[in-house]
């Protein structure tokens, strides 16, 4: 606009004068087209000075980190792809892009949460997409590289690479991703090449040949350009694609036919900082090498367990996830020494991601990770999703943007209120013991809910001297414990004594309890066996009148629909569910059923207890049955 602008001056000063003194006819004119020029070649978009966008934001693959607003556990909104999202998202301005595992490579617009654009390969792109002078550039699993218009989708050129070299290990999720430094492009291809390609036409400048599949996404900085390849020894090379040094790891030297699984191959990518390169290798080691000799500085052994995932630096430590190993730990810059170490549930492949002094990680069992930068700590359960999430994560500034072998392009909100105190893992419990032959859940889904908790840091109770106890120790103690029944049976101690009994006790002590089924309260133990006659008892506990004495108290089973609340927490649109009550009775209302009750619903007491119906049955046998249940808890009274 500016360039416009001195283009219509020149041209207002030029124009009366021009015809009338014509010994300043070819000064005028060359003034006059010089600037118109410069005008066009700005809005053609010839920047040569626009930064280049890509995984961890830089060519040296170091994630600056960024000053988070607040925690990203919670759903903004999501894209289903329909198919597994492995490639890492790369968001620039208001478009997102990224590919699935059917080839197609999707531009969303962010603003909207629609499609923008769809380019459709014939083979999965586990690539990561670069930017670069408004075109967007990613490689797909039949070894071809695309550059495409970055706002209209349209191919401008397409580089086919050699086919990928066999290996018989596999285990091959991941394809390099582009990184792109001074109008040049570097990847690694399976046909066992480090390629260096001109941006603007397409043009392979040089290529520099290893000899086995290379996975690992380069580094590019001023000392050199840096990647592992399949068989255990990893690279320097110039920006001109001459060698400058290699290095041998331990997976080297290793003979495979010993093992009964790859520790050859280097897949993590690495990362370039205070004077070394850090990287991880299927040999079980992490690797700091001078990034100018290549010499060593340390190794950390990790028990054979490969390091798959991609370090990052945070301050003086580089954080990474391990593969069997089962855990995210922070290693010394300087020295490789451990400073934490936190345990996952699963296998990590995806890269840690740092906002502000958080940890953000997918793992193999759906969970995105949160954890304290500084000291491993988790802050929260994390994000539940429904598939394996092998995509890292990348930040905005506003909202958290990972993939998921579910399908879904996930785009998380940042939660501005104060966080609970989640951390202390033992204040969480699940009680797991279904008696009754009736009322029971369906294809023992109590029995999988409460392996789903246990699995998520919950400690699981099946005594119910155990769980008596407990509520007795939180009200003498005032200790915010939480209690889900993944049961159709609690044990009468509770809920003797109507007001006084021990289960209002501990609600009112700050206690909080989530019912999954049908609550026992409502049930008298008889001789041989139960009968469910307790509701004035049980209204006295929860402080609710539930009108009858007898099984018209329950009103049937029917269909039952989210409210907004509801959805928020993540129950399903609808299904069904029974012993509902009058709205009016309950303080936070998820679902109502077709006769206008309450069947999902909260009840809060004394110092922040709550108690919660909640119905997870039959929709969550394909459904995620724990995010609902950790949004319920997290809830303020």
């Avoid at 999965?124 to 670069?130: K, L, N």
């Avoid at 290996?167 to 066992?192: H, M, N, T, V």
């Avoid at 260096?196 to 086995?212: F, M, N, P, Q, T």
């Avoid at 709205?583 to 998820?590: F, G, L, Q």
Wanted: hydrophobic letters at 40%.
């Amino acid at each position: 606009m500016l360039l416009c602008r001195i283009f219509c001056w020149n041209l207002k000063i030029v124009w009366p004068i021009f015809f009338g003194n014509k010994r300043i006819h070819i000064m005028l004119l060359r003034q006059l087209f010089a600037t118109l020029i410069l005008f066009l070649g700005y809005e053609l978009g010839a920047q040569p000075n626009e930064p280049p966008r890509m995984f961890r934001a830089n060519a040296a693959s170091k994630d600056p980190g960024s000053a988070g607003i607040g925690l990203f556990h919670q759903k903004g909104w999501s894209f289903f792809s329909d198919a597994p999202i492995r490639s890492t998202p790369l968001v620039v301005d208001h478009l997102i892009y990224f590919g699935n595992a059917e080839g197609r490579f999707y531009c969303l617009d962010k603003n909207s949460k629609n499609q923008h654009w769809v380019f459709k390969t014939k083979s999965p792109i586990h690539s990561s997409p670069a930017y670069y002078n408004n075109v967007v550039f990613f490689a797909d699993g039949a070894q071809s590289l695309y550059a495409l218009d970055a706002y209209s989708g349209k191919l401008i050129w397409q580089l086919d690479f050699d086919l990928t070299i066999p290996y018989e290990w596999e285990f091959d999720y991941f394809q390099s991703s582009p990184a792109i430094r001074d109008g040049k492009l570097f990847i690694g291809g399976g046909d066992g090449k480090l390629h260096i390609v001109d941006c603007k036409s397409g043009r392979e400048l040089s290529r520099y040949d290893v000899g086995a599949r290379i996975r690992s996404t380069p580094a590019v900085t001023d000392e050199g350009v840096f990647f592992g390849d399949f068989m255990g020894k990893f690279y320097c090379l110039d920006m001109e694609g001459k060698l400058k040094w290699k290095f041998a790891t331990v997976g080297d030297t290793i003979t495979q036919s010993r093992f009964s699984y790859d520790r050859k191959a280097i897949v993590s990518s690495p990362v370039v900082g205070n004077g070394s390169v850090i990287f991880g290798s299927r040999d079980g080691f992490l690797y700091a090498l001078n990034s100018r000799t290549g010499q060593l500085r340390w190794s950390l052994d990790y028990a054979r367990s490969w390091i798959i995932s991609s370090p990052v630096i945070y301050k003086s430590t580089v954080i990474q996830g391990t593969s069997d190993g089962r855990y995210v730990n922070a290693v010394d810059l300087d020295s490789g020494k451990e400073v934490w170490r936190t345990k996952t549930n699963d296998v990590i492949f995806a890269s840690p991601t740092i906002v502000g002094d958080i940890v953000y990680v997918g793992s193999f069992d759906g969970t995105q990770y949160c954890l304290d930068a500084r000291s491993g700590r988790r802050i929260v359960p994390g994000f539940m999703t429904e598939g394996s999430i092998l995509s890292s994560a990348v930040f905005d500034g506003s909202h958290l943007y990972f993939g998921s072998d579910d399908g879904n392009l996930y785009v998380l909100k940042p939660s501005l209120r104060p966080e609970r105190n989640l951390n202390a893992l033992d204040s969480n419990f699940v009680f797991q013991k279904s008696i009754l032959p009736f009322y029971s859940f369906k294809a023992g889904l109590d029995v999988r809910l409460s392996e789903v908790l246990r699995r998520r840091g919950f400690t699981q109770i099946e005594d119910d001297s155990a769980l008596i106890r407990l509520m007795q120790r939180t009200t003498v103690d005032g200790f915010k414990r939480r209690v889900v029944f993944a049961s159709n049976y609690f044990p009468r101690e509770l809920s003797m004594s109507g007001k006084e009994s021990l289960m209002r006790r501990f609600l009112d002590a700050g206690g909080e309890v989530v019912i999954l089924h049908l609550n026992f309260a409502f049930f008298r133990k008889v001789t041989g066996g139960f009968r469910i006659n307790n509701f004035k008892e049980a209204g006295e506990i929860f402080n609710i009148n539930f009108v009858y004495e007898d099984t018209r108290a329950l009103k049937g089973m029917y269909p039952c629909y989210a409210t907004q609340e509801g959805i928020r927490i993540g129950l399903p649109r609808f299904f069904s569910g029974q012993a509902s009550i009058r709205r009016s009775e309950a303080d936070v209302v998820y679902a109502i059923n077709e006769i206008g009750e309450a069947t999902s619903w909260s009840k809060f007491f004394q110092r922040g207890g709550k108690f919660s119906q909640l119905w997870i049955d039959e929709f969550h046998l394909t459904k995620n049955p724990f995010q609902p249940i950790y949004n319920l808890m997290e809830q303020q009274p």
